[in-house]
């Protein structure tokens, strides 16, 4: 994807200005800067899907390109602009994508197909029906991904050269663990401020970032459970952090995504056609991400 550089607009990746320019001619919109990493193949094609947000189950951006998917994001410094070509983009604003774990994204989905109640586990189920979500045709082509990545939290049966799936509760608080002390890993390397907490304090912020992309029930009330924490002490904590994270939420415009539109390294193509969603601020942000917001129709917190 090209990217932007400083308030000149120049085009980062030996990307030029006419280039830019070119790829926004295609948009229906007004152009926009977009971030992502470049794909190992420059001929690779991405695709923009319309996903639920595994938290807010709120309708969110995500890139799917070089078989990667990436979140859409949506930053905003108080001052800067844009020159793309002969194009001045007033805000200063752009899109950044970040890739995402999908087993987050899967999570919900998943949960719900397996239909379990009570100490009933819940059914075996194929990845076609799972992943057919009404309004939502994005999950369809993911099915490579989530055949991939799904077992690892699945119980997961072959019949007849078919496999069928079920989400396994210890599976997935084994997968959510694993991610909690790989954040609390990384923490005493951020600064002295993490350095200096204690682990249970480390154990709080992972869980507190794992959160926006948690259902409270069942998942986050298992994982503290699990790792000895007081939940009320992780939502309180993350509702006190979001009062500066709305600080843009007003101001910022409501750019479009790019819909059934090319991209420098290919097409780019919205997997539903609808208009532009809003950016929506993010919840539970720490330090600089209090300037990020995540892409979602109707605005709201995740």
Known sequence: M?????STGEVEGGKSAAAMASWHESLAAPPRVLISHRPSDASSQGTVLS????????ETGYL???GQLQEINWFKERYGAWFLGDYVCEDGGLYYCTPVDPIFIF????EAARMSNGKDPGKFRQLDEILYVEGYPGYQQLMNVASHHMELVCEVKEVSNMKFFRLDNSKVLSWL??????????FPKLGKNYGAQTEKEQLKEAVQMIREYLKDDPWLTLLCKKLQLDINEITVDATTTTGEASFYADSCP??????????ATGGAKSSKGRPAKKPKTEVGSKNIK???RRVTRNGSGS
């Open 51 to 58: 996903l639920q947000h595994p938290r807010s189950g709120d």
């Open 177 to 186: 663990c694993c991610k909690v002390y790989n954040l609390k890993e990384i």
């Open 64 to 66: 799917f390109i070089d």
């Open 2 to 6: 090209s990217c932007g550089s400083g």
């Open 290 to 292: 209090d300037m990020f």
């Open 254 to 263: 409501a750019p479009a995504l790019p819909s059934e539109s090319k991209t």
């Open 107 to 110: 999570l919900p989905t998943f």
